[in-house]
C-alpha cells in the first residue's frame, strides 16, 4: 500500500522569501504523484503533478517540484512566496493501475508573515 | 465549464439519524471519487464510481455506501450517524482520459457535515 509523509505541519515563511515543502512517498513502483492546496472553507486545488517523462514538473501560480526517485521525495517549491500563498499544501500518490484513488499526507499549513 | 458542485454546502444532524450527499461532477468526466477530511485522520479516500460501478473503495465501514447515475452524478449516504463522522466530505471527477490511474482529480467544494 502507498503512503506520504509530510514531516512539516506547520511552515512560516517571509512574504518574498523561497519556499520548499517536503513530501515523501512510499510505493513499490513510479507512482503518480500531486500537490494540491487548499485554502480556509474551500476545496482543494491542483498546483501540479508528476505522472513520468521530466521529473521536474512546473505548476500554476509559480510553483514547481522535482521526483526524486533515489530520495522517494516530491519536494514543492516557489522561489518568492506571496502573502496569497498562505494555506495548506497537500502531497498525494495515485497508483498505476489503481483507479483514481489518491492517498494524502497529512498537510502543511503555510503561514506567510508580511 | 462549471466546477464540481457539492450539496447541501452545510448539514447538522444528530447521531442515528441517517444523511445524503450529492455531487455533480464537471460535465463529461465519468469518475467521481469521495473523501473525508477529518483534523484528526486527515484526508482519507472513501470510494470512487466509474459508470454506475464502484471501482475502488477505501477502509470505511459498511454504513458508507454510494452510487452513481447514468448521467455521472453521484450520491453518497451515510446511515446511523455517529459523532466521528462529523467531517468535511469533497468529492472529486476525472475525465478518465488516459487508462483510469493518475488522472487529474477536480475537486468541489465539500459538504459540511456535522453530527450533534
Known amino acids: 500500500a502507498q503512503s506520504v509523509t509530510q514531516p ?3 511552515i512560516t515563511v517571509s512574504e518574498g522569501a523561497s519556499l520548499e515543502l517536503r513530501c ?4 513499490g513502483a513510479t ?5 494540491y492546496v487548499q485554502s480556509p472553507g474551500q476545496g482543494l486545488q491542483l498546483l501540479l503533478k508528476y505522472f513520468s517523462g521530466d521529473t521536474l514538473v512546473q505548476g500554476i501560480k509559480g510553483f514547481e517540484a522535482e521526483f526524486k526517485r533515489s530520495q522517494s521525495s516530491f519536494n514543492l517549491r516557489k522561489p518568492s512566496v506571496h502573502w496569497s500563498d498562505a494555506a ?3 502531497c498525494a500518490v495515485g497508483a498505476r493501475g489503481g483507479g483514481n484513488k489518491l492517498t494524502f499526507g497529512t498537510g502543511t499549513q503555510l503561514k506567510v508573515e508580511l | 465549464k462549471a466546477g464540481v458542485t ?11 439519524q441517517q444523511v445524503t450527499l450529492s455531487c455533480s461532477p464537471i460535465s463529461g468526466h465519468r469518475s467521481v471519487s469521495w473523501y473525508q477530511q477529518t483534523p484528526g485522520q486527515g484526508l482519507q479516500f ?3 464510481y466509474f459508470s454506475e460501478t464502484q471501482r475502488n473503495k477505501g477502509n470505511f465501514p459498511g454504513r458508507f455506501s454510494g452510487r452513481q447515475f447514468s448521467n455521472s452524478r453521484s450520491e453518497m449516504n451515510v446511515s446511523t450517524l455517529e459523532l466521528g463522522d462529523s467531517a468535511l ?4 471527477s476525472s475525465s478518465q482520459e488516459g487508462q ?9 467544494p465539500g459538504t459540511r457535515l456535522t453530527v450533534l
Open chain 2, 100 to 108: 483510469g490511474s493518475g488522472d487529474t482529480q477536480y475537486f468541489g
Open chain 1, 24 to 27: 515523501n512517498y512510499s510505493y
Open chain 1, 8 to 10: 512539516d505541519i506547520h
Open chain 1, 31 to 35: 507512482p503518480y504523484l500531486f500537490w
Open chain 2, 46 to 48: 472513501l470510494f470512487e
Open chain 1, 88 to 90: 495548506e499544501y497537500f
Open chain 2, 89 to 92: 466530505y469533497l468529492c472529486a
Open chain 2, 6 to 16: 457539492q450539496t447541501p454546502r452545510y448539514l447538522i444532524k444528530t447521531r442515528g
